[in-house]
């Protein structure tokens, strides 16, 4: 990195510009001043929380013509922003790549001649954004006749098809006397659902769009013509499953969005995050064979941030890290089981790379190869009503006819024993999805980790990604195509 440039914009009600040695850019001077170490990216399997970034820096603020002398030091740093950018010829055409968007952390200051101290920290994970919107609820405005028990809730937001032969999601009695219930926010691409009241169900109940006392859009079923006998204190819940689905995706409004892609793109554009949008597009048709059935329901008062959502209850059940890159947060898919012929390099030890140091086995602790997960939530009580095992275990599949054998958890029992792990989600009624989920665990949980270091050229690493699957032969090893 030696002709290259670090640039660095500070923002603090305005912008002040620092370089690792003065240049011009863009028709801005770039003060010198500046200094930053080489900075690290680390990649981690099934990381749902990306990975801090901090790169700490120094800077001179005596560089700066324009600084007011009556201006405290403090009150440039606190609250202010940076944009650290790698300029790697500029001498060349090529523009300034953004490496990171931060806040300032943890300034150290001295005299005005004396160097500030800090660090540029970006926390991706920062959403201030705020799910369901501000009025998405009962209220004496929107609806004027409701249940005075339900005032304060909110609109339930319906994904996918939860609840199959259990309700699946809850609904909001309006108006007993109108027999109104809202069954979801915004308009949803099912016709029909079977409503349950005092644990009596009835299919087949009409969806119509209508808008509440402000003029938003929601979903709600008039139960006139059906043998509902509706009054105020009843409870009313929702079977989704045999229906075309809940809200409508936005990429596509003729269906329900349900495949995890889509999922995560929906909450992602709620969210303040900084986001990759050209890479979260490219992986969606890889996530979205895994299908989302669930509900979004804070209790009353309360709101929830998109991407806290998106991480406790999508983003375990896929073969995701979350990363951030020049471009915001994006996802790099893990495909363990990729077969060789479809890895995106073949490495050669002594060829196109060079090994540093042993191979190291990783530490067994996290271990697994009878992997239970259960699903199917019954809304009313939140709790699953089914569950799916992946095992190695012999006594597990012996005892449990539904229990799946799994070549590579039958290989680890074999070195480790049992090794037991046991979860559950309440956004998934789909079987398959949960038996994706379970292969894509077992893969990466059923054998310990190996760590192997391997150096290479930059244009022989030119279109990697991280989380590309690549084969490595190496000699010395004994290995041919690992």
């Known amino acids: 990195m030696a002709d290259g440039v670090w640039l660095l914009d500070l923002d603090a009600g305005q912008t002040w510009r620092f370089a690792t040695r003065e240049v011009t850019q863009g028709g801005h001077r770039y003060a010198g001043g500046l200094d930053v170490p080489d900075p690290e990216d680390v990649l981690a399997l099934h990381a749902t929380e990306p990975v801090e970034r901090s790169v700490p820096l120094t800077i001179w603020l005596d560089q700066i013509p324009d600084l007011d002398p009556d201006d405290s030091l403090e009150g440039v740093l606190l609250g202010a922003t940076g944009t650290l950018r790698w300029w790697s ?8 790549v953004t490496w990171m968007v931060g806040l300032l952390d943890e300034p150290e200051y001295g005299g005005r001649n004396e160097p500030v101290t800090l660090s540029l920290r970006e926390v991706p994970w920062d959403d201030r954004g705020q799910l369901p919107a501000r009025r998405a609820a009962v209220d004496s405005d929107t609806w004027p006749t409701a249940d005075p028990d339900i005032v304060g809730e909110w609109y339930p937001t319906v994904i996918g098809r939860p609840g199959v032969n259990e309700v699946g999601a809850p609904a909001l009695l309006v108006s007993a006397a109108a027999d109104q219930v809202v069954v979801s926010d915004g308009a949803v691409a099912a016709a029909t659902v079977t409503i349950v009241v005092n644990g009596v169900a009835t299919a087949g109940v009409a969806i119509i769009e209508t808008t509440d006392g402000l003029g938003r859009r929601v979903s709600i079923c008039d139960t006139t013509a059906v043998p509902i006998n509706l009054v105020d204190g009843n409870e009313v819940w929702v079977r989704w499953g045999a229906s075309a689905g809940g809200i409508l995706d936005p990429d596509d409004p003729t269906r329900a969005l349900r495949g995890a892609g889509g999922v995560v793109a929906y909450l992602l554009r709620r969210s303040t995050l900084r986001v990759d949008w050209g890479r979260i597009s490219a992986v969606r048709s890889r996530l979205d064979p895994y299908l989302i059935d669930t509900y979004l329901q804070p209790a009353p008062g309360e709101r929830v941030q998109p991407w806290g959502w998106l991480s406790e209850h999508v983003l375990p059940l896929l073969p995701v890290s979350v990363r951030t890159g020049p471009d915001g947060l994006y996802f790099a898919v893990f495909e363990p089981e990729t077969p060789i012929g479809q890895v995106r390099m073949v490495l050669e030890e002594g060829r196109n790379c060079d090994r ?6 990783l530490g067994t602790a996290d271990i697994a190869n009878d992997l239970t997960l259960a699903y199917a939530p019954r809304a009313s009580t939140d709790k699953p009503t089914l569950s799916a ?11 449990d006819s539904a229990a799946l054998d799994s070549a590579i958890c039958r290989e680890s029992f074999r070195r480790y024993g049992a090794r037991p792990w046991r979860a559950k989600t309440t956004a998934v009624y789909d079987r398959g999805t949960i038996l994706r989920t379970l292969r894509h665990r077992a893969a990466t949980r059923a054998l310990p980790p190996r760590e192997v270091v391997y150096v290479m050229d930059v244009g022989d690493a030119e279109g990697l990604e991280p989380g590309d699957p690549v084969s490595i032969a190496d000699e010395e090893l004994g290995w041919t195509a690992r």
Do not use: K, M, Y
Not at 89 to 96: E, H, I, K, R
Not at 356 to 361: A, E, L, Q, R, S
């Open 356 to 361: 540093i140091g042993p191979v190291t086995i």
């Open 89 to 96: 010829d500029p001498a060349g055409d090529d523009d300034p």
């Open 389 to 399: 095992t992946l095992s190695g275990d012999p006594d597990t599949l012996r005892e």
